[in-house]
């Protein structure tokens, strides 16, 4: 029997069935040696070029919720030594421990046009404490923090006790944030506007409601200012006897006196009331309103003014004005820090301007900035 063609395996078949392949590792090796610099040239492969992928970098947001109404009543109210004390923004000192609101929806929107710009964070249930992660890190940008109307006091264990319970009004806080080259604004304030506080006691005033107060059609701009004595970031200290002015529309100075020890008709039930004896306010709180009616062709401006002449201690103070955007359907909240008056003190040679650390991601104040 003999064997088939196929099978045969003679030196001369081995050869033959080798060739195939020996040719094709011969292309794959020429092939590589194409890619190989000349003799005596530098190698590029042992200096490799890394470039980085383009990607967006964003800021970590974090701050605290807080009611500055009942800080003002606390302050008040507070006697020795609470009031050594008061000035301090401190988890563990009153009357700001006494502030925090636990449970507020909070989100960073774009002072351009409003639009949240990353998810909303929730304040902490014991603290107060928020933090909003993915705000765009915009060299150009501007951002403001909004809060919904859901939260509630946290009542402390120590401490001036706590005002009638309130329900929380959707409120914007006037604290721009420029986060470009940061990781992180620390710090941030998120400020809640109760429906029975000061805002009760305009609307008592106007012979309106406090709904009526947020309804767009109604009112345009309703902006609750509060102005600090001069300071460092962690101290808010009123400044006594200072009012605002705005550009358009009206502006009422408001004080406080104990709840159910005025007339009703005027007092709100945390105790706040209209004072229309003087240009300003003990406390330094003024509320703002536009009429829809008034056309705006830009933003209002509130300016501080403060009718105090004590050089000794630097008043009458002064500072830049509140830039306040229309909100529909929510009140805007302006924490106002004010610094001496007169001319700034020389830097001395080689030294900068006091300025605030950069994880508060404040702004220069260039003029107004862009709003919707």
Known sequence: MTSSPRNQNTPMTSVLNRLPRLSLAAVLLLSACEGLPPPGA???????????????????????????????????????????????????????????????????????????????????????????????????????????????????????????????????????????????????????????????????????????LLDPTQYSVVAVLWAYGPGPFFMRTPANGMGFAGSVGDTYQINWAIPETMDPAVQSERGFFVDTSGPGSALGITVGVVPASVVLEGPVLYFGLDPVDDPMFGRPYDGPPAVVFPSPGSVTSASMMFFPGGPPPEAAEGEEAPSNPDFLCTPAFEGPPPGP
């Open 42 to 212: 530098p190698d590029p492969r042992n200096n490799p070029v890394f470039e980085e992928a383009p990607r967006a970098l964003t800021t970590l947001v974090s701050g605290y919720s807080w009611d500055p109404e009942v800080y003002a009543i606390g302050f008040a109210s507070c006697p020795p030594p609470c009031l050594d004390l008061a000035p301090f923004i401190s988890d563990f000192l009153p009357p700001f421990s006494s502030t925090m609101v636990a449970g507020s929806n909070v989100t960073v929107v774009s002072a351009m046009t409003g639009a949240p710009v990353a998810t909303a964070g929730t304040s902490g249930m014991f603290d107060g404490v928020f933090s909003v992660d993915g705000v765009p890190s915009d060299p150009e940008g501007l951002y403001l923090v909004t809060a919904d109307g859901d939260g509630e006091l946290i009542s402390p264990p120590f401490g001036p006790p706590p005002p009638a319970p309130t329900t929380y009004l959707p409120t914007v806080t006037l604290t721009a944030l420029a986060t470009a080259g940061s990781p992180t604004c620390a710090m941030t304030e998120s400020a809640r506007i109760g429906s029975n506080g000061v805002l009760e006691a305009v609307a008592k005033h106007l012979a309106v409601t406090v709904p009526d």
